[in-house]
T-cell receptor, first 112, second 115 residues
Framework: SQKIEQNSEALNIQEGKTATLTCNYT??????LQWYRQDPGRGPVFLLL?????KEKRKERLKVTFDTTLKQSLFHITASQPADSATYLC???????????FGTGTRLLVSP | NAGVTQTPKFQVLKTGQSMTLQCAQD?????MSWYRQDPGMGLRLIHY???????DQGEVPNGYNVSRSTTEDFPLRLLSAAPSQTSVYFC??????????????FGPGTRLTVL
């Protein structure tokens, strides 16, 4: 069956450290993968999109990698801050068009 | 621009009642979709639309109806509410598909409780 897996346990890190979140998928061959941030009581907000032919994408303190052989994407936040505390969702396009399938998300807690 | 708006923010229904969740966007986006989010299940696609007059089913369409008569509006109808439909519902929209630039804009959500 098709699955997108993200660590369901919260990730606790100290301010200033690098947070690394994992997204693994099974039985998909996505051309694109996206990462979203979701704060409690709010809708998800788009962060980054990476294509299958891009190994890495950066935006300010954020970095995403996409390994189609391992079927995995890693999401990094460098120099993390308490304001980065949120749930991070990965999503992919299962059939190459706009329809998105989401993982369950990983909650990140950054303590001062 | 208001972006994607959803009404109501909260709703309590009794089993068997029907209601419509409203979603509107003012960005002239062709693609709109409805998700439900449950603890431990993530966001699951209910229905989506690639333009006015065109809708299709997502992963969990049973018990829900949609229509798309205008580009701006994409209402979600619960025909006969059941406790299993207790969830947070999100509407999203995105501009025409160009592959590398697609992103979805989400509304603030509607929290629905069915007793």
């Amino acid at each position: 069956s098709q699955k997108i897996e993200q660590n369901s346990e919260a990730l606790n890190i100290q301010e200033g450290k690098t947070a690394t979140l994992t997204c693994n998928y099974t039985n998909y061959s996505p051309a694109y993968l996206q990462w979203y941030r979701q704060d409690p009581g709010r809708g998800p907000v788009f962060l980054l999109l990476i294509r299958e032919n891009e190994k890495e994408k950066r935006k300010e303190r954020l970095k995403v990698t996409f390994d189609t052989t391992l079927k995995q994407s890693l999401f990094h936040i460098t120099a993390s801050q308490p304001a980065d505390s949120a749930t991070y969702l990965c999503a992919l396009h299962p059939d190459g068009f706009q329809k998105l399938v989401f993982g369950t998300g990983t909650r990140l807690l950054v303590s001062p | 621009n208001a972006g994607v708006t959803q009404t109501p923010k909260f709703q309590v229904l009794k089993t068997g009642q029907s209601m419509t969740l409203q979603c509107a966007q003012d960005m002239n986006h062709e693609y709109m979709s409805w998700y439900r989010q449950d603890p431990g299940m993530g966001l699951r696609l209910i229905h989506y639309s690639v333009g006015a007059g065109i809708t299709d089913q997502g992963e969990v369409p049973n018990g829900y109806n949609v229509s798309r008569s205008t580009t701006e509006d994409f209402p979600l109808r619960l025909l006969s509410a059941a406790p299993s439909q207790t969830s947070v519902y999100f509407c999203a929209s995105s501009p025409p598909w160009r592959g590398s630039t697609d992103t979805q804009y989400f509304g603030p959500g509607t929290r629905l409780t069915v007793l």
